[in-house]
Every structure is written in structure tokens, then in C-alpha cells.
């Protein structure tokens, strides 16, 4: 589904991602492991799309194109998503008339009937009784006035709503109490099927506990050091991360 | 792909930029200015320049009475002793007013509908304003069409005139209510009030009236348009509405003007009475000449407005909703009179370009358990700046008065500016007066997250924009909203398709 | 009166009344200035800050108390000048018999100054009828990036609050001197001093039995 090859990212003139090679197949779960600073968040963004202020080469395709070719929103389109490590708030901006907007721009692209009120409004109460969110923060703006834990469950309610190909979680467990985290893990297993893949991005092994990815990947200062399966997580756990160089 | 069934909403993209990308200046169709069209007819025109010969010019051309003559030059005189203020926060190109033309009106005078000039009709066509006897919209509105200087039709006259409501020109009310004029003619905005007021009484050529009698409500939306054609004409519009004991009504004025490099100037005047339980409704939707991208051209935008709660439990709103304008000066107030009144102003502000907009209303409280209401909310683009000036003045006796106002400016990258400057004087310790201001942007961030959720750029920009501007798109008359979203090509069920 | 703040210098101020201060705020420096001004005499107090370098912090107090007589104007001038400042403004009054507050609290935010977060917030209690309260709180902004809110209020105290405290057994007076002190109290505990801040709570305790004795 999504491939990889010998990726490098500039920003501002500083390396960030110094050859990365990866490739996800449908079905699968990997989660990636590192340090904070070591480019993992800036995978996940250039992946979405992020190209402001990036000095990008190598190759990524994403189920057959070439993903460099595309816009953010035709990446989106296309089934990618990614739960940002720090959602911003959009004030002012319904959460449900935004994502109504979002899941129908999707569902064209999809060649599927755009959802009227009264199809989202269903679909959406049970998503948002399994997550513990309240209903009327769906009438609220984005993100408005919302702690990081709640930001992180809108997040993953999002992802529920627009149901993509490939979801990119950037640490997803921060600001999370146990109680969330279960749910939000109960709900990314359930959500796991042939057709679409995950990518999980954390630097604590504590998740990978609820969810068992099927491939973990250890990343220092921008490269992959190290590929195993879950197994290798444990043993992150246990030696830190100094081992990995 | 997708910008090609977005073609549509393309053509309506308004002019937001400079925090964005570069393929998004060249997929956004920097909407030129539609209405930018002149209409080739036959003009009776003023020879430029003001002295008391124009005066008298005009006063002779209307066939106004003797004291229309009177009153004119009285203004007039106190004119030529008055300076221009240059106090505003706005910087612009002097004005020559001798070089305006401050009459002019099409030759042929119509006496019915079917005689109006098949050019002016065509003109109006184009601007989508109707000038037929039948339903229009949802709702029925009335019509009153002002070209240039002269009104060319009022519709609906009949119907109203069963309900004791006068719906006209200024022009004809003069005429035929001559002691309703008399009466009520610079009672709100005295002749003395500013500079551009006191022009405006010297040299008012048309404007509308309506007179809505004790107990009336009015069923229809009145709604004027005004258009300025001839190079160099000035606009000097004088309305005048009146609401008797117990009397409703909604009035809705509009306004365009062709493209065009030297500067035009709109000085208008416009003053409302409401008498005791009466409300009066008005809504601007101005969309002038923006002024090219270079800041050349454009329309000076002078305005008075005054509203005067007279009676007890009175109430008067204004809803304004702007775009374009090179300079814009217009301070809609209230004057809360009668106990118990109630004033309030909305407005929406958008500039691009080079435009500036300094904004803003004045609510005086006099009587007891007034209150104003005051909601600003502001869209800076591009190198445009946008000042927002309020005054709050609770005076001694105004007991228990409540005032609240709230100032949003929202910046589309950083070369534009937002001001707010509100001015509070509270006499009266048992007042209570509140006031929040903030300001929000659009940032790169916030377009990357909504991107990734499949939202293209234009999207994005249009859903932030709607959701801050809803509040005030919410005001205007049903009738309109569907115009005033069109204007600024923010709507969100259109974006989704 | 010229103020530098050097580079990582945390300084509390007090301004003296009717003082013209400018204040230069160097990189990560931080200021805190206290702007006190009891029942005396008309006082006039203007407070420039320029905030030069990056991720400066300004937080300007001011507690303004007077009654018959006397204007207090308090006029400050905030301008921020470098990116990821951060300006916090509280001024709080209480005006009694004819007394009169002037607050003229500006803001600029230039161009470079991105990702600036500034505050000003001006409440004013007016405890008689006399009482007159100016008040213009002004906002320029020259970039988009920038976080700004600004408030102002005038108003008496509330009358649920007062019912509360009375149906608690307090009596009127008490009760009104209770919420003034808890009002003025917000910006005295600003102050990091406790000797200072006892000082202050002193004079105003004495401010108000003097001003609220037979008002109503």
C-alpha cells in the first residue's frame, strides 16, 4: 500500500529524515519508535503532505501513485490520514459541519452519494458514545477550548467518521488517561481490516501493549535502525533507545 | 481533477492570499469586479464644480418648493466654513470638489415602468435587480431604483399606499409631503452634524423615503438600489424613514459602481425615527469598487447614519455588510431616547488589496434601561487594514443601561492590519458596560489539517471564513442572505457540491 | 524615567504616581510593574513598554482607588516590537462619590512581532452616581500570527453577589466592602511581597470604610 524508497527531508537547511526505506502492506499494523527529535513526527507530515519549508527527494507511493504529485487534500482523498501529534484548534468552525464537509469531499472521491444531516448525525452518535465524548461537542469548534487528552479523542474520532486506507497516528497515548487509551486502542483494533493499514508513531512502548503491531521499526536521528516484530518494542522498553545507534 | 468540478466556486473566490501557497494565486480566479460595466446613456448633467449656481441648478431641476431652496443654501454657506476632517485612521488623495459634477440624471423622464430607458433597464437586469411587478424571491419585496441621481421606478406603490405606508423617493416626497419632510428632514443628523452631512444637505439630489403609520407593520422588505454611472458624479443620497407609535419596518439598501481610475464619492445621509414601540430594520450590503490591486480607482465612502429611539421601547438595528470601498468613513449610531430603547449594530467587514475600511457606530444612552448592542466582525487580507471605532457614551441619566460590544478581526497573512479603537464614557454608575475584542487568523496550520482531512485550500479559507462570519450573515433579511453569500463566495454547502 | 531590561532580567517595579516611565524589555526578560493608586490626589501615570527581543514578558498591574474629586489616569502604551512576546495587562478601579478614572490602554503589535500573545483587561466598579469612568482600550495589529483579546467594564457591583453574602446573615455594607476587597484583592495578589501586599490590603480596607460609610 504504501511504499517508501531512500527518503530524504531538508527543513530549513537541517536534515531531518536521512534515507528512509518502508513498506506497509494492506492488513498490516507498524509502529515506529524514537526519540523525540528523531523525525518521526516529520515522516508522518510529509507523508500528509507537508511540503512548506521541506527540501524533499526519494520516492513514496501510495497505492500505486506517486504521492509527491499530490496535494494534501488528494492524498486525504485518496484514504491517507493522519492524527496530528498537537491538533490545532479551528475556532469558530462547527466540528460537524467541518467534518460533514471532509467525509463528503471523501466519499466523492470514492464515487459514493454524498450524507445528508440526518445519515451523519446517525452514523456519528454511536462513534461518539464508544469514544465518551458528549454529544454537544460536535456543535462546537474544532478543537475549541479542548484539552490535549480531548484533542487526541477527536482525533481518533475523525478517524472513525472518514474511515481511511492508511491512518498515520502520531502519538496518539499522550494526554491520555488508562481509561481513554483502552478505549481509543479497542477502537483502532476494531477498526483493523485487509484493506486498510495503520501506522503507529510513539516514543513510549505502553500502547504497543493494547495495540500489537505487526512490525516495529526503530528510528534514530532520521534513519531506521532497526526492524523487528512486536518483540522488539519489549526490548526497547528495556534497554531505551541508546542501544539502537 | 477536482479543480475542475470546483471550476464553479473558483469564479466566486474572493481575494484572500498571501499566507498561501502560490498555486493557489493562480487557481483562484481574483474575482474581477463583476459589476464593473457602464451604461452609454444620455445623461443631463451639472457642469462640474459647486458654487450657489449649482444650487440653485438643482433645485430648479427637481422643482423642489421654496424652502428646499432655503435649507440648501443655508447648508451650503455653512459648508464653505467648515474643514474637511482628517482625523481617521485612513490616508487618502485630496478631493477636488470642484472638479464633481453634482447632478446628473438621465433625459427621459419615466412615467411608468414600461418607459424607462431600455438602457437603464438593461443595466439593471445585469445587476440582478428587478424592475418587474411581480413576485420576487421567496418573500415580496419592493423596489426603488436609483440611478444616479434620480429614482427611476418604485414598485409596489400601490399596495403599500392601501396600508397608509408612503414608500418613495426623497424627490417626491418633497413634492407631495411637504410637512412630513419639514418635520422630520435633519431632526437626526442636523445640517450643521459634519462636513460631508452638511454637503450632502446642500446638494442631495435623491434618496428614499418611508413614512409607516401608527400600529402598521410593514409586510414587504423595502429595499433601494443606488449606482453611480457617470465619471465623476458624485452620490449624494438623503434618506429619510420614519416609523409612527407601534410601526415596523425593514429596509434593505444596496449599492454598486462601475470600474473606473479617478476616485467617486458617495456622501450620504441617512436618518431614521422610531417612535414609541416602533422598530425600523436596515441593512446595508455595499459592494463597491475595491480600487484595482494597485489601490488606484475605488469609491470614497462618507457616510452618516443616525438612528433616533424617540419613544419608549423603541428599537433600531443596523446589519452591514461591506466589501470593496477604497476608503470607507460611515459611523451608523443610535441615539436611545426613550426609555427602555434598544439599538443595535452588526456589521461584517471584508478588505483586500489596498482597501482600508475604518468602520464603526456610536450608541449615546440617554434614556433609562437602554441598551446597545454592538457586533464588529472584520476579514483583513492582503495589504488591506480595517479600523474599527466605537463609541459608548452612557450620559448621567441614563439609569440602568446596558451595553455590550464585541470586536473580532480575523488576518489572512501579514501584510494586512486590523485596529480597534472603542471610546467609553460612562456617566452613570448604574450602567453596566462590557466590551471583548480578539483577533484570529488564518494560519498555515490550520489550512494543513483541514487539507488533510480532503479539504482543498479554497475549501478550507471559505469554512473558516463562514464560520466566522455566520453571526452577521445571519441578520440580514432572508431575501438578501442569498446575495450577501454570493458577495462573499463563502458558502459552505456550495464548496461541498 | 527610562527602564532597561537586559537580556534573562526578571524585575518587579512599582511605579510612582505621576511618573512618565518607558520601559525597554530585552530577550527573554521579564517585567512585572504594579501601578497602585489610593484616594490621593489626581494622579496621571504614563507606562510605555517596548517589548525589543524575542520571547520577552510583560505583566502591568494596576489598582486604582478614588472618590471625591480625584481623577486617576492611567495611560499605557504596550508595543511589541519581536516575535513570541507575551503582554498581560489587568487594571482594575473602584470609583466613589465624584471620583473619575481615565484608562487609555494601547497595544501595538508590529509586523515582526509574530506569534505574540498579549491581554489587557480594564474593570471598573463605580460605586456612586457621580462617578464618571473613561475608558479606550486600543488595538493596532500589523500581522496575522498574533493572539490578542482585550476587555473592558464598567459596571456596580452585582446585586446576586450581594444577596448572597446578605443571605448569609452579612449585612449590606459588610457584605459590598467584602466583594470590593475580593475585587481589588485579584490584582494585590500579584504582588509577591506579603509584607507589601498586607500594606496594601491595609489601605484599601481603610479606602473603603472611609468611602462606603452612608453611601448607599
Known amino acids: 500500500?504504501?511504499?517508501?524508497?531512500?527518503?530524504?527531508?531538508?527543513?530549513?537547511?537541517?536534515?531531518?529524515?536521512?534515507?528512509?526505506?518502508?513498506?506497509?502492506?494492506?492488513?498490516?499494523?507498524?509502529?515506529?519508535?524514537?526519540?523525540?527529535?528523531?523525525?518521526?513526527?516529520?515522516?508522518?507530515?510529509?507523508?500528509?503532505?507537508?511540503?512548506?519549508?521541506?527540501?524533499?527527494?526519494?520516492?513514496?507511493?501510495?497505492?500505486?501513485?506517486?504521492?509527491?504529485?499530490?496535494?494534501?487534500?488528494?492524498?486525504a482523498r485518496a484514504g491517507i490520514f493522519l492524527a496530528f501529534q498537537n491538533p490545532i484548534e479551528v475556532p469558530g468552525v462547527a466540528l460537524s459541519s467541518f467534518l460533514t464537509s471532509s467525509l463528503n469531499e471523501i466519499r466523492k472521491a470514492r464515487k459514493e452519494l454524498p450524507l445528508d444531516w440526518f445519515d451523519f448525525s446517525r452514523q456519528v452518535e454511536e462513534k461518539t458514545k464508544s469514544l465518551g465524548l458528549k454529544e454537544e461537542f460536535l456543535s462546537r469548534g474544532v478543537n475549541e477550548g479542548f484539552s490535549g487528552g480531548e484533542r487526541?479523542?477527536?482525533?481518533?474520532?475523525?478517524?472513525?467518521?472518514?474511515?481511511?486506507?492508511?491512518?498515520?497516528?502520531?502519538?496518539?497515548?499522550?494526554?491520555?488517561?488508562?481509561?481513554?487509551?483502552?478505549?481509543?486502542?479497542?477502537?483502532?483494533?476494531?477498526?483493523?481490516?485487509?484493506?486498510?493499514?495503520?501506522?503507529?508513531?510513539?516514543?513510549?512502548?505502553?500502547?504497543?501493549?493494547?495495540?500489537?503491531?505487526?512490525?516495529?521499526?526503530?528510528?534514530?536521528?532520521g534513519r531506521i535502525v532497526k526492524s523487528g516484530n512486536s518483540k522488539l518494542a519489549k526490548e526497547v522498553e528495556k534497554t531505551g533507545y541508546g542501544n539502537f545507534s | 481533477?477536482?479543480?475542475?468540478?470546483?471550476?464553479?466556486?473558483?469564479?466566486?473566490?474572493?481575494?484572500?492570499?498571501?499566507?498561501?501557497?502560490?498555486?493557489?494565486?493562480?487557481?483562484?480566479?481574483?474575482?474581477?469586479?463583476?459589476?464593473?460595466?457602464?451604461?452609454?446613456?444620455?445623461?443631463?448633467?451639472?457642469?462640474?464644480?459647486?458654487?450657489?449656481?449649482?444650487?440653485?441648478?438643482?433645485?430648479?431641476?427637481?422643482?423642489?418648493?421654496?424652502?428646499?431652496?432655503?435649507?440648501?443654501?443655508?447648508?451650503?454657506?455653512?459648508?464653505?466654513?467648515?474643514?474637511?476632517?482628517?482625523?481617521?485612521?485612513?490616508?487618502?488623495?485630496?478631493?477636488?470638489?470642484?472638479?464633481?459634477?453634482?447632478?446628473?440624471?438621465?433625459?427621459?423622464?419615466?412615467?411608468?415602468?414600461?418607459?424607462?430607458?431600455?438602457?437603464?433597464?438593461?443595466?439593471?437586469?445585469?445587476?440582478?435587480?428587478?424592475?418587474?411587478?411581480?413576485?420576487?424571491?421567496?418573500?415580496?419585496?419592493?423596489?426603488?431604483?436609483?440611478?444616479?441621481?434620480?429614482?427611476?421606478?418604485?414598485?409596489?406603490?400601490?399596495?403599500?399606499k392601501d396600508l397608509g405606508i408612503i414608500f418613495c423617493?426623497?424627490?417626491?416626497?418633497?413634492?407631495?409631503?411637504?410637512?412630513?419632510?419639514?418635520?422630520?428632514?435633519?431632526?437626526?443628523?442636523?445640517?450643521?452634524?459634519?462636513?460631508?452631512?452638511?454637503?450632502?444637505?446642500?446638494?442631495?439630489?435623491?434618496?428614499?423615503?418611508?413614512?409607516?403609520?401608527k400600529g402598521v407593520r410593514c409586510p414587504i422588505e423595502l429595499s433601494s438600489y443606488f449606482r453611480m454611472n457617470t465619471p465623476q458624479a458624485g452620490q449624494f443620497e438623503r434618506t429619510l424613514i420614519i416609523a409612527e407609535e407601534g410601526s415596523y419596518v425593514s429596509y434593505l439598501e444596496g449599492c454598486s459602481a462601475p470600474q473606473r481610475f479617478e476616485h467617486q464619492l458617495h456622501a450620504a445621509v441617512v436618518e431614521l425615527i422610531a417612535h414609541k414601540?416602533?422598530?425600523?430594520?436596515?441593512?446595508?450590503?455595499?459592494?463597491?469598487?475595491?480600487?484595482?490591486?494597485?489601490?488606484?480607482?475605488?469609491?470614497?465612502?462618507?457616510?452618516?447614519?443616525?438612528?433616533?429611539?424617540l419613544g419608549e421601547n423603541s428599537r433600531i438595528s443596523w446589519t452591514q455588510l461591506e466589501t470593496g470601498s477604497a476608503i470607507t468613513w460611515k459611523y451608523p449610531g443610535c441615539v436611545l431616547k426613550g426609555d427602555n430603547s434598544v439599538g443595535e449594530f452588526y456589521s461584517l467587514a471584508i478588505t483586500s488589496n489596498y482597501q482600508q475600511a475604518d468602520t464603526g457606530t456610536k450608541m449615546i444612552h440617554l434614556g433609562k434601561n437602554t441598551k446597545s448592542r454592538i457586533v464588529s466582525k472584520s476579514v483583513s487580507a492582503m495589504r488591506s487594514n480595517n479600523s474599527f471605532r466605537g463609541l459608548v457614551k452612557v450620559e448621567r441619566e441614563a439609569d440602568n443601561s446596558k451595553s455590550f460590544s464585541r470586536c473580532d478581526a480575523l488576518l489572512i497573512g501579514n501584510k494586512c492590519s486590523a485596529n480597534?479603537?472603542?471610546?467609553?464614557?460612562?456617566?452613570?454608575?448604574?450602567?453596566?458596560?462590557?466590551?471583548?475584542?480578539?483577533?484570529?487568523?488564518?494560519?498555515?496550520?490550520?489550512?494543513?489539517?483541514?487539507?488533510?482531512?480532503?479539504l482543498s485550500e479554497e475549501q478550507a479559507i471559505a469554512l473558516i471564513v463562514n464560520g466566522f462570519t455566520r453571526e452577521i450573515l445571519s441578520m440580514l433579511p432572508f431575501e438578501f442572505a442569498l446575495e450577501a453569500k454570493k458577495l462573499l463566495s463563502v458558502s459552505l454547502e456550495g464548496s461541498v457540491g | 524615567?527610562?527602564?532597561?531590561?537586559?537580556?534573562?532580567?526578571?524585575?518587579?517595579?512599582?511605579?510612582?504616581?505621576?511618573?512618565?516611565?518607558?520601559?525597554?524589555?530585552?530577550?527573554?526578560?521579564?517585567?512585572?510593574?504594579?501601578?497602585?493608586?489610593?484616594?490621593?490626589?489626581?494622579?496621571?501615570?504614563?507606562?510605555?513598554?517596548?517589548?525589543?527581543?524575542?520571547?520577552?514578558?510583560?505583566?502591568?498591574?494596576?489598582?486604582?482607588?478614588?472618590?471625591?474629586?480625584?481623577?486617576?489616569?492611567?495611560?499605557?502604551?504596550?508595543r511589541h516590537l519581536a516575535p513570541f512576546c507575551q503582554s498581560f495587562q489587568q487594571y482594575y478601579g473602584i470609583l466613589a462619590g465624584k471620583g473619575r478614572a481615565v484608562f487609555n490602554g494601547r497595544i501595538r503589535i508590529e509586523r515582526k512581532a509574530k506569534g505574540t500573545d498579549a491581554y489587557l483587561e480594564n474593570k471598573n466598579i463605580l460605586l456612586s452616581n457621580d462617578a464618571e469612568v473613561l475608558g479606550r482600550p486600543f488595538l493596532e495589529i500589523f500581522d496575522d500570527d498574533v493572539k490578542c483579546t482585550h476587555a473592558f467594564s464598567a459596571s456596580l457591583l452585582e446585586e446576586d453577589e450581594i444577596f448572597y453574602l446578605r443571605s448569609r446573615g452579612i449585612d449590606k455594607e459588610t457584605a459590598k466592602?467584602?466583594?470590593l476587597t475580593s475585587f481589588a484583592k485579584k490584582i494585590i495578589n500579584k504582588v509577591n511581597k506579603p509584607s507589601l501586599k498586607e500594606n496594601l490590603c491595609a489601605k484599601i480596607s481603610q479606602f473603603l470604610s472611609e468611602k462606603l460609610e452612608g453611601k448607599n
Not at chain 1, 483502552?182 to 501506522?199: G, M, T
Not at chain 2, 425600523?280 to 429611539?309: M, S
Not at chain 3, 510605555?48 to 527581543?53: F, P, R
Request: neutral net charge; glycine residues 6%.
Open chain 3, 1 to 78: 524615567m527610562e527602564i532597561f531590561l537586559k537580556e534573562k532580567e526578571k524585575l518587579n517595579y512599582f511605579t510612582l504616581n505621576n511618573a512618565s516611565t518607558n520601559i525597554y524589555l530585552a530577550k527573554e526578560s521579564h517585567l512585572c510593574v504594579y501601578s497602585f493608586t489610593f484616594g490621593e490626589e489626581s494622579v496621571k501615570n504614563n507606562l510605555n513598554v517596548i517589548l525589543e527581543e524575542e520571547q520577552a514578558k510583560a505583566e502591568l498591574y494596576g489598582l486604582y482607588l478614588v472618590s471625591d474629586g480625584q481623577i486617576a489616569e492611567n495611560n499605557t502604551f504596550l
Open chain 2, 169 to 213: 423617493s426623497i424627490s417626491d416626497a418633497i413634492k407631495n409631503h411637504p410637512e412630513l419632510v419639514r418635520k422630520y428632514l435633519g431632526s437626526v443628523v442636523p445640517y450643521t452634524d459634519n462636513f460631508f452631512a452638511t454637503l450632502n444637505s446642500a446638494v442631495f439630489s435623491d434618496g428614499s423615503f418611508v413614512y409607516v403609520p
Open chain 1, 1 to 75: 500500500m504504501l511504499e517508501i524508497k531512500n527518503l530524504h527531508v531538508n527543513i530549513d537547511g537541517k536534515e531531518i529524515l536521512k534515507g528512509i526505506d518502508l513498506e506497509i502492506k494492506a492488513g498490516e499494523t507498524h509502529a515506529i519508535m524514537g526519540k523525540n527529535g528523531s523525525g518521526k513526527t516529520t515522516l508522518a507530515r510529509v507523508i500528509a503532505g507537508q511540503k512548506e519549508g521541506c527540501e524533499i527527494s526519494g520516492q513514496v507511493n501510495f497505492l500505486g501513485r506517486n504521492l509527491f504529485e499530490m496535494e494534501p487534500e488528494e492524498r
Open chain 2, 1 to 160: 481533477m477536482y479543480s475542475l468540478q470546483n471550476a464553479a466556486l473558483q469564479k466566486h473566490i474572493n481575494l484572500f492570499s498571501a499566507n498561501v501557497s502560490n498555486k493557489l494565486l493562480e487557481k483562484i480566479v481574483k474575482r474581477e469586479y463583476e459589476w464593473g460595466f457602464h451604461t452609454p446613456v444620455e445623461a443631463e448633467k451639472a457642469p462640474a464644480g459647486l458654487d450657489e449656481n449649482t444650487i440653485k441648478f438643482i433645485w430648479r431641476k427637481k422643482e423642489e418648493p421654496e424652502f428646499m431652496l432655503a435649507l440648501r443654501l443655508k447648508a451650503y454657506h455653512y459648508w464653505l466654513t467648515m474643514k474637511e476632517p482628517g482625523w481617521a485612521n485612513i490616508k487618502y488623495d485630496p478631493i477636488d470638489y470642484q472638479k464633481i459634477i453634482y447632478y446628473s440624471a438621465p433625459k427621459k423622464r419615466p412615467g411608468s415602468l414600461q418607459e424607462i430607458d431600455p438602457e437603464i433597464r438593461k443595466t439593471y437586469e445585469k445587476l440582478g435587480i428587478p424592475l418587474k411587478e411581480q413576485e420576487i424571491l421567496a418573500g415580496v419585496v419592493a423596489v426603488d431604483a436609483i440611478f444616479d441621481s434620480v429614482s427611476v421606478a418604485t414598485t409596489y406603490r400601490k399596495k403599500l
Open chain 3, 177 to 179: 466592602k467584602i466583594l
Open chain 1, 152 to 221: 487526541k479523542k477527536n482525533e481518533i474520532f475523525q478517524m472513525m467518521v472518514l474511515q481511511p486506507r492508511l491512518a498515520l497516528l502520531d502519538e496518539i497515548d499522550s494526554g491520555l488517561d488508562i481509561d481513554s487509551l483502552k478505549r481509543v486502542a479497542k477502537i483502532i483494533n476494531n477498526s483493523r481490516k485487509e484493506d486498510n493499514a495503520f501506522l503507529m508513531i510513539t516514543h513510549y512502548q505502553r500502547i504497543l501493549n493494547y495495540i500489537k503491531p505487526d512490525f516495529v521499526h526503530v528510528m534514530v536521528e
Open chain 2, 420 to 454: 480597534t479603537f472603542p471610546h467609553f464614557e460612562v456617566y452613570n454608575n448604574t450602567a453596566k458596560v462590557g466590551h471583548e475584542a480578539s483577533t484570529s487568523r488564518i494560519g498555515k496550520d490550520i489550512i494543513f489539517y483541514l487539507r488533510q482531512r480532503g
Open chain 2, 277 to 309: 414601540d416602533a422598530e425600523i430594520r436596515y441593512a446595508t450590503v455595499q459592494n463597491w469598487y475595491p480600487g484595482d490591486k494597485k489601490g488606484r480607482g475605488g469609491v470614497y465612502n462618507f457616510v452618516t447614519k443616525r438612528g433616533l429611539c
